[in-house]
C-alpha cells in the first residue's frame, strides 16, 4: 500500500463518518471564533435551543472590528461596537472562553492560538476566517469555514467537509540577503497565480521552509488562501517543538515529552504520491512587491508592470482594469514610485519577529515626511514584549506610532482605513479592490521592504540600504 501525505495522516484519523459518494464527518480539535462571523451562528444555536457541545474546545478573541486606539474607551463605531458586545454576550452565556479588549491575551486570533500554544501539530483547527491556514505552519489541517458552519461546529464538533487534493511545493536552497517568507509565498503566489492552488491543500517541503521560524513558517501556510489552496502545512521538527515548549496551554514536563514523541509521527512517508508537485530554487526569490489587484500580481522590487503582451490574452481585460484602479501603466518600472502610508501587522505579518525587523531596519533613521506609518502589534502578548524589548522606543525614535492590537489596517472593518486613491505598502495578505478602504491601493511586500519604504517614503530595494 503507498504511504501517506501528512495531510492524509491527520484527516483519516479525525474521519468520524465517511458518507457514502458524498463529504466525511470530521472532528474537529480546536474551534477559534471572532465577532464577525459568530454573531449569525450563535443566533442558530439559540434558535434550535442548542448549546455549544464543547466549550473547552472553543477560544474567542475580538479582532477585525476593533479599534487600534483607546481601545479601553467605548467603540466608536455602531456596527463594530455591536459585533463586540455580541461576542462578550454570547461567550458569556454558553461559557466559552473569551479573550476580549484588553485582555492580556486579546489579539488577532491566528496570532494569539500558537503564541498561547492552544495550536499544537496533528490537529483540525477551524475559524470562520480563510486565514485560520495560518496554523497549518505546525503541522496541523487548519482552514477556514463559512457561518453556517461555524454553527454546525459549535453544536456538534464535527464539519462535513470532502477531502481537498494534495499538492506539495518544495523550495530548496539558500535565501538571498533581504528576502524572508513574505518574499517566498509571494513570489510562489506570482508564479502559479492566485487560482494555482485551487481545490489543493498544499505542503511546503524543502530546505527553505526548514530554515524558517514559525513565524515565518506562519506567515508562508496564512497566504496559501491566496493562491486558492484550502490549506497549507508543514510537517512539524524541532523548531516547532522548541516554539511550542512552556507556553501557556501546551502540555508541561512528562506530558510534553510524549506530545512531542506522538508529534514526530507527523510526515510524509517517502513513498507518499501527490496529486500535483511544484519545484522552485530559493536562489530565484528576490524582495517582492504587488502591482495589482491580486495576490498573484507580483513582481520582484527592482522589476516592471507586466506589458499587456505578457499577459494571457483571456486575463487582459481584467489586468487592464486592475492597472487603472492601481494607477499604473504596463511596463511601469515601480521603483521610486511615491507612497502615502505604511502599514505593519495583520495575522500574515503582525508577529513580534516582524516588528524586530522593521525596529532593526529604521534604527537610527527617521521615516519619511510624505509617510503614515502604523505599526500594529498582533496581540497584546506582542504588543507586550515590543515594549519590554525596547522596540517601541526604536519605532517612536524614528516616527513610527505603535497601536494597540487588531486586525487594523489589513481590511476596512474598523477605522484604520487608508484613503481614496493613496498608496499603501502593506504587511498583510490581500489587495482586492478597496480591501483596507474605498479606493485605496495596495502594494503587499515584506516588513523589511514596508521599512525601506516608510524611511525614503518611497518604493525602494531595501538590500540598498
Given at each position: ?59 474567542a478573541t475580538p479582532d477585525h472590528n476593533v479599534p487600534t486606539i483607546d481601545q479601553d474607551k467605548p467603540i466608536r463605531d455602531d456596527l463594530s461596537r455591536f459585533q463586540v458586545d455580541k461576542l462578550t454576550e454570547n461567550c458569556e452565556r454558553h461559557g ?370
Amino acid at each position: 500500500m503507498a504511504g501517506k501525505t501528512l495531510f492524509d495522516k491527520i484527516w483519516d484519523a479525525h474521519v468520524v463518518e465517511q458518507i457514502e459518494d458524498g463529504p466525511s464527518v470530521v472532528y474537529i480539535d480546536q474551534h477559534l471564533i471572532h465577532e464577525v462571523t459568530s454573531p449569525q451562528a450563535f443566533a442558530g444555536l439559540d434558535a434550535r435551543g442548542l448549546k455549544v457541545l464543547r466549550t473547552n474546545r472553543t477560544v474567542a478573541t475580538p479582532d477585525h472590528n476593533v479599534p487600534t486606539i483607546d481601545q479601553d474607551k467605548p467603540i466608536r463605531d455602531d456596527l463594530s461596537r455591536f459585533q463586540v458586545d455580541k461576542l462578550t454576550e454570547n461567550c458569556e452565556r454558553h461559557g466559552v472562553t473569551l479573550y476580549g479588549l484588553n485582555h492580556p491575551y486579546q489579539g488577532i486570533v491566528h496570532v494569539v492560538g500558537p503564541q498561547l500554544g492552544i495550536t499544537q501539530p496533528g490537529m483540525t483547527i477551524v475559524c470562520g476566517d480563510s486565514h485560520t491556514s495560518t496554523h497549518g505552519a505546525f503541522g496541523s489541517v487548519a482552514f477556514g469555514i463559512g457561518t453556517s458552519e461555524v454553527e454546525m461546529v459549535l453544536a456538534t464538533q464535527c464539519l462535513m467537509q470532502s477531502k481537498a487534493k494534495r499538492m506539495r511545493i518544495t523550495v530548496d536552497g539558500e535565501l538571498g540577503p533581504g528576502v524572508g517568507a513574505k518574499d517566498i509565498i509571494l513570489y510562489i503566489i506570482a508564479q502559479i497565480t492566485a487560482s494555482g492552488g485551487t481545490g489543493y491543500f498544499v505542503e511546503y517541503a524543502g530546505s527553505a521552509f526548514r530554515n524558517l521560524t514559525m513565524e515565518g513558517r506562519m506567515t508562508v501556510c496564512n497566504m496559501s488562501i491566496e493562491m486558492g489552496a484550502r490549506g497549507g502545512l508543514i510537517a512539524p521538527d524541532e523548531t516547532t517543538f522548541e516554539y511550542i515548549r512552556g507556553r501557556e496551554f501546551a502540555p508541561k514536563g512528562a506530558d510534553f515529552d510524549a506530545a512531542v514523541a506522538k508529534w514526530r509521527e507527523l510526515y510524509t512517508d517517502a513513498d507518499a504520491v501527490f496529486d500535483a508537485e511544484l519545484h522552485f530554487d530559493a536562489a530565484d526569490i528576490e524582495p517582492m512587491i504587488t502591482y495589482g489587484t491580486n495576490p498573484g500580481m507580483g513582481v520582484k522590487v527592482t522589476g516592471n508592470v507586466p506589458n499587456l503582451s505578457d499577459i494571457e490574452e483571456s486575463g487582459r481585460t481584467s489586468f487592464s482594469k486592475s492597472l487603472e484602479y492601481m494607477g499604473l501603466v504596463p511596463g511601469e518600472l515601480l521603483l521610486g514610485k511615491q507612497v502615502d502610508y505604511v502599514f505593519v501587522g495583520s495575522c500574515t505579518n503582525g508577529r513580534i519577529e516582524d516588528l524586530r525587523a522593521v525596529a532593526q531596519f529604521v534604527k537610527g533613521k527617521k521615516k519619511a515626511d510624505n509617510i503614515t506609518a502604523w505599526i500594529v502589534p498582533g496581540s497584546k502578548q506582542v504588543e507586550k514584549q515590543a515594549q519590554e524589548e525596547g522596540l517601541v522606543a526604536i519605532l517612536e525614535e524614528a516616527g513610527f506610532m505603535l497601536r494597540q492590537p487588531g486586525c487594523s489596517a489589513c481590511l476596512a472593518m474598523n477605522e484604520d482605513k487608508i484613503p481614496k486613491g493613496k498608496y499603501a505598502v502593506s504587511t498583510s495578505n490581500r489587495n482586492f479592490e478597496g480591501r483596507q478602504g474605498p479606493g485605496a491601493r495596495t502594494m503587499l511586500a515584506s516588513p523589511i521592504t514596508a521599512a525601506a519604504v516608510a524611511v525614503t517614503g518611497k518604493i525602494v530595494d531595501p538590500r540598498d540600504l
